[in-house]
């Protein structure tokens, strides 16, 4: 999972968090050892991308995430780091590095290798049809490196993608941007996201952790509401949860707890309908500024917070002032699958009468 991952610990713009869905209090012999880690690996993860002519590198995240190495008697836990890293090239510009470093690329980077693959898939179908618009990030390299680190070999796997400067949708919903943001604006956001999840859908694939943070704004933005030239296109980004539509889902809990539908907290396997439930709630915190459900931080078990609150909680009334989009939300968040949108073109039919009232 990401963002709320179960054993994930993390240190963020030189602040140290625990991120985990079981216990969000932080664990100080965990974050030492995860700060003094970082100093060993760190100039390590430089020199290598430094040998590919990377200049100017600012490592912005480090994360470590233990995962336990299945069909295997006495089975070691694989100790896998991960982390976000800003960098000049000289043909690419400036770039943001994804990267994982493991023992055993197999298995500590196949998160990484299946977002690589997923990224050449959309970008591929993006080059190849002219009119089918970007779904995600230009992927301008992938590479698998061996390291030497405290003399053992580690395979270090990176994706490079542009830089984007306006950051992700996240940002503008921050509690001082909200305010800034007409109505107008919120509701190209909404539609926008509505298509990029349509167009994912259409080429095969669900997404399964839809939320403002892993959606990228490209282009410009502007304080002039009338101006809508330079509103960003919108680009879904962090595909390691992304899984093919004609597969059989597993049925593992995947994805950031606070978007998560109601079926996936009761062990059912991804589907549209998870994919749009994740949209309801997106949609809802564009319009609010604030999502629809929360949990106490302070909670001894918030999983069973967040399920509760999915499964049992009555989907959230609008204020009059965005009472027009009720209809949408009410079907978007059904807590039953079947009453629930079966697909993102019916959102957006909904979205194009709404407009045109």
Not at 37 to 50: K, R
Not at 97 to 120: C, M, N, P, T
Not at 161 to 166: F, S
Request: aromatic fraction near 8%.
């Amino acid at each position: 999972m990401k963002n709320s991952t179960i054993k994930n610990r993390a240190i963020k713009n030189s602040t140290i968090k625990k991120n985990t869905m079981k216990n969000s209090a932080s664990n100080p012999s965990i974050i030492q050892a995860l700060q003094a880690q970082s100093q060993q690996l760190l100039p390590i993860i430089t020199q290598a991308l430094s040998a590919l002519l990377y200049y100017e590198i600012t490592h912005q995240r480090i994360s470590q995430q233990d995962s336990q190495q299945k069909n295997q008697i006495d089975a070691k836990i694989l100790i896998v780091y991960q982390g976000l890293t800003r960098a000049q090239h000289p043909q690419f510009g400036c770039v943001m590095i994804k990267w994982q470093l493991s023992a055993d690329v197999s298995q500590g980077a196949s998160h990484l290798i299946h977002e690589a693959d997923v990224l050449k898939y959309l970008n591929a179908l993006s080059k190849n049809q002219n009119n089918h618009a970007a779904i995600a990030p230009l992927m301008l390299a992938y590479e698998n490196l061996t390291v030497q680190i405290l003399e053992q070999s580690q395979q270090l796997t990176i994706i490079v993608m542009p830089y984007y400067p306006n950051g992700s949708l996240a940002n503008q919903l921050s509690a001082q941007k909200h305010l800034l943001l007409t109505d107008k604006i919120k509701h190209r956001f909404i539609v926008q996201t509505a298509h990029l999840i349509a167009n994912l859908h259409k080429a095969g694939w669900l997404y399964n952790d839809i939320k403002p943070s892993n959606i990228l704004l490209d282009g410009f933005l502007t304080n002039d509401a009338d101006n809508s030239s330079i509103m960003p296109n919108l680009l879904l980004t962090d595909f390691a949860l992304a899984a093919s539509i004609n597969k059989s889902m597993a049925v593992n809990l995947a994805g950031t707890p606070a978007y998560l539908a109601p079926e996936r907290w009761q062990g059912q396997g991804a589907t549209l309908q998870s994919d749009i439930y994740a949209f309801g709630i997106m949609m809802y915190e564009i319009l609010m500024g604030k999502r629809p459900f929360k949990v106490n931080i302070e909670s001894s078990d918030p999983m069973i917070e967040w399920a509760t609150q999915h499964c049992q909680q009555p989907v959230p009334k609008f204020p009059s002032e965005y009472s027009r989009y009720q209809y949408i939300i009410d079907k978007a968040l059904a807590k039953q699958m079947e009453r629930r949108y079966q697909n993102m073109k019916e959102i957006l039919r909904d979205l194009t009468l709404l407009k045109n009232k």
